[in-house]
């Protein structure tokens, strides 16, 4: 018996399970990137009268353009990176997934081919297959950076309609140069593709590391996605965006559904905005302990790569999901992915990486912890 028995469910959707990482129960939540500082009861509360005030309008339809909230998120992105955006210039949907969703939607499809390279974010090829677009993936290199003669030749081979480069990358924490991201955005423009780069991670890269942002003005077909779910602190706000050229973020206009963004994410959005400062001030202490973290791996003989991100990969384990586990019998949760052998730590608090770290010193010691 099928699971989907009597039920028309597409062919190439029958095999697979709902995505996610695992959602436990556990003190420790080192698995998914979260900002594990809330907001102070100052912005809780200006938060809450700003979702009161839409609640008093909850009759009507939200505002389709969300011109302010896209006014708002082009100050902010300008700010950070430097750049000079309208809000026409901006996108936003229920987090940086369905942005990104949207932009398959307009720019994939049948007959079409979506081209990224791995190891990188999984719910990229999701999003291909909702959309019935073919999906492709080149490599990157073993230090996870990539080489941009042969990510040329990956794209005058297959030919894409649209490229996803996470930079920062998840799950390896790596940002690609400037120099190599303009390399792809050139050669996407000559076929008349779409280049995405994901910087969900962006505001956690080192410093000297320029945002895609900056190249937006020369290159009409590219896109830069962010969300406000890692850095930002507001992962159960759901709001994620993208800056682009005006024609393509129309293109987009056409593909959401209509009021897509309620009116009660666009006042938390707008009122978290305000409080940017506020939400953004652990980024930099974070910072410093995800290279702590990378060094204190190092010294005990483990790999562990450079991250421009809130997470470090590191390995490489005989057996990692035994370690996972070991972990996760101490209440500490991180995440087993990447290629075969790696594990993934976001960086917490202090506290919880202290936990962490006592829990993996623990497993090092036992023969659970066998490095390859
Ligand atoms: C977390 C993450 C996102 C953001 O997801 P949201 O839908 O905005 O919460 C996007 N891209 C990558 C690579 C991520 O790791």
């Given at each position: 018996m099928g699971r989907f028995d009597g039920l028309p469910i597409r062919e190439e959707l029958k095999s697979f399970e709902p995505y996610g990482a695992p959602q436990l129960d556990v003190p420790i939540l080192l698995n998914v990137n979260e900002n594990p500082y809330p907001p102070s009861e100052e912005t809780v509360a200006d938060i809450a009268a700003s979702v009161a005030e839409a609640a008093r309008g909850l009759n009507r339809y939200p505002d389709r353009e969300f011109l302010h909230l896209r006014a708002d998120l082009a100050a902010y992105l300008g700010r950070e990176s430097g750049g000079r955006l309208i809000a026409e210039q901006v996108w936003a949907a229920n987090g940086s997934n369905e942005v990104m969703l949207h932009i398959l939607q307009a720019f994939g499809g049948p007959g079409r081919t979506a081209l990224s390279f791995a190891p990188t974010y999984s719910m990229y090829p999701e999003y291909a297959r909702d959309t019935n677009t073919a999906w492709v993936t080149g490599r990157r290199a073993e230090d996870f950076t990539l080489d941009q003669s042969k990510a040329l030749a990956a794209i005058s081979r297959h030919r894409p309609s649209v490229v996803l480069l996470a930079s920062?990358?998840?799950?390896?924490?790596t940002a690609l140069p400037i120099q190599v991201v303009e390399a792809l955005a050139a050669r996407t423009a000559a076929i008349g593709a779409v280049l995405v780069v994901?910087?969900?991670?962006?505001?956690?890269?080192?410093?000297g590391t320029p945002s895609a942002v900056t190249l937006l003005p020369s290159y009409p077909n590219l896109a830069v996605a962010r969300t406000m779910s890692k850095a930002f602190a507001l992962?159960?706000?759901r709001l994620g965006y993208l800056a682009a050229s005006k024609q393509l973020v129309d293109a987009l206009r056409i593909v959401?559904?209509?009021?897509?963004?309620s009116a009660v994410t666009q006042a938390v959005a707008r009122a978290a905005l305000r409080h940017s400062d506020e939400l953004l001030g652990r980024v930099e202490q974070l910072r410093v302990e995800r290279d702590e973290t990378v060094d204190w791996l190092r010294s005990l003989g483990l790999r562990a790569v450079d991250s421009d991100a809130n997470f470090v990969l590191f390995g490489t384990f005989a057996d990692r999901h035994a370690v996972w586990q070991s972990l996760l019998d101490d209440g500490v949760l991180i995440r087993e992915t990447g290629p075969d052998g790696w594990l993934r730590v976001s960086i917490g608090t202090g506290a919880e990486m202290a936990a962490f770290r006592a829990s993996l010193e623990r497993v090092l010691k036992t023969d659970i912890g066998r490095l390859t």
């Open positions: 920062p990358n998840n799950p390896t924490g994901d910087e969900a991670y962006a505001e956690f890269r080192r410093t992962a159960g706000g959401r559904l209509p009021y897509h963004l």
